[in-house]
């Protein structure tokens, strides 16, 4: 038996309503999704979620006279009258805490019953766990000193975990804008940026149990969805700046697009949601001889499906050349800052466009960006375009690429970043 009963601060377990058992510890109802098999025996399980739960109260109220017992009885309608109080129940030196609506309030009143009367409750704890009162600190003020960090962390509980993730950015640079969260075995990721002001010096925090993102406090933009978790070990990363968007980075063959004098080439892509906080980019390049020229990297607007010379922002433009190209003649990822941050908007096209930054070099001497075609070319948003004396639609070919927003990392300062939990039980 418990040793306190409280709905909403009021204690039940007392002389008054002297309850005879609290049932709680049963999980809430399992509603599987199924499909049958097509030809063949069985099923598969589709999706699978929790519904409500249920606790059930049962005692006797008192009273020392009878009028005593009516204004007892009045007193407990409206105390269960309230609806998602706070249902805490306490036994074996720990509190588990439900928030629950009573369904039903019934007296089982008989001809004797003047100074008592038995009563039953029936309360629906909509979310259908119960949760400790307090938190458990997962990671205590950890820190990193990369633009990412991967971690393992256990969780505890029997109900599917949520958590609450803060980061103190450190950005003197002012390069910082966006932070991501993610599930690494679930592909799940939430972005949090801010598009008016880096978040140097900044407590951005991640709360997946009460679905809020905060700078400083306050409610801010994000992307994404909450990931979810399991009871055990997951693996998270968190990423500063060069949060990667849009990409098509599945390299099997690796052809490339010859890059020099007038030749150029073109990757198409749209973004799923607007944001002001595009910076960098990836591409797949090497370089062949002695380019003396450097590459230049655009992101322009669309002209009836090829690009338009048009720049999206006087910050959309970068360069790379051959001294950072550590490959050499190899294809390899790099990275290129673009000259500032600019924005992109959700389901419009635009162009990567990569060329010389003048009419330099030959078939010997060039720039490479690599590309995967036919049924290799994944990516479903866009598709490469190559320029010789015009633009010439290549629709089943891709150029390797990865967007990214949320600014650019600042490089070698220090980040301190913690994670909590509020236990959650069925």
């Known amino acids: 038996m418990p040793n306190s009963i409280k709905f909403d601060s009021t204690e039940l377990l007392n002389t008054t309503y002297i309850p005879r058992y609290v049932k709680h510890e049963s999980s809430t109802d399992r509603e599987l999704g199924i499909m049958n098999l097509a030809r063949d025996n069985g099923s598969v399980l589709v999706n699978d979620r929790r519904g409500t739960k249920t606790i059930t109260l049962k005692g006797i109220l008192t009273g020392a006279t009878e009028s005593a017992l009516e204004t007892a009885i009045d007193n407990f309608k409206e105390l269960f009258s309230r609806q998602q109080k706070n249902l805490d129940i306490s036994w074996a030196g720990s509190t588990r805490r439900y928030v629950a609506t009573c369904k039903s309030h019934n007296f ?8 008592f009367v038995p009563w039953t409750a029936e309360f629906i704890v909509l979310n259908g766990v119960g949760e400790d009162l307090s938190e458990t600190i997962i990671v205590d003020s950890e820190s990193f000193g990369q633009n990412y960090k991967t971690k393992t962390i256990s969780l505890g509980g029997t109900a599917s975990p949520k958590i609450k993730f803060s980061i103190d950015v450190n950005s003197p640079n002012n390069y910082i804008y966006g932070v991501q969260l993610k599930n690494t075995a679930t592909g799940e990721a939430i972005m949090a940026y801010s598009d008016i002001s880096s978040l140097h010096n900044k407590i951005l925090e991640i709360d997946t149990r009460l679905k809020t993102v905060k700078i400083d406090g306050f409610s801010s933009k994000y992307i994404g969805m909450f990931p979810n978790f399991i009871v055990g070990n997951n693996k998270i990363m968190i990423t500063l700046g060069d949060i990667v968007d849009q990409e098509f980075s599945d390299i099997v063959i690796g052809n490339s697009f010859p ?88 389901n419009t096209p635009y162009w990567i466009v990569v060329k010389m930054s003048g009419p330099a070099g030959d078939v010997n001497n060039r720039y490479n960006w690599g590309y995967e075609d036919s049924i290799r070319a994944t990516y479903k948003n866009g598709n490469a375009s190559f320029y010789d004396s015009g633009w010439t639609d290549w629709p089943t070919t891709d150029a390797l690429f990865k967007i990214c927003y949320g600014g650019i990392n600042d490089l070698n300062f220090p980040q301190e970043y913690s994670i909590s939990q509020i236990k959650r039980f069925l």
Not at 108 to 115: Q, S, T
Not at 302 to 330: R, Y
Request: glycine share 8%.
């Open 108 to 115: 089982d009143r008989d001809y004797f019953h003047l100074l």
């Open 259 to 346: 890059i020099y004098q007038s030749l150029r080439a073109g990757q198409s892509f749209t973004v799923p949601y607007t944001n002001s906080t595009y910076r960098s980019i990836w591409l797949h390049m090497s370089y062949i001889g002695d380019p003396v020229v450097i590459c230049d990297v655009r992101i322009e607007t669309d002209n009836n499906g090829e690009p338009s010379g048009t720049l999206v922002s006087a910050n959309s433009k970068g360069d790379i050349d051959k001294s950072e190209m550590a490959g050499g003649s190899i294809n390899d990822w790099y990275k290129v800052n673009f000259d500032g941050n600019f924005t992109l908007h959700s």
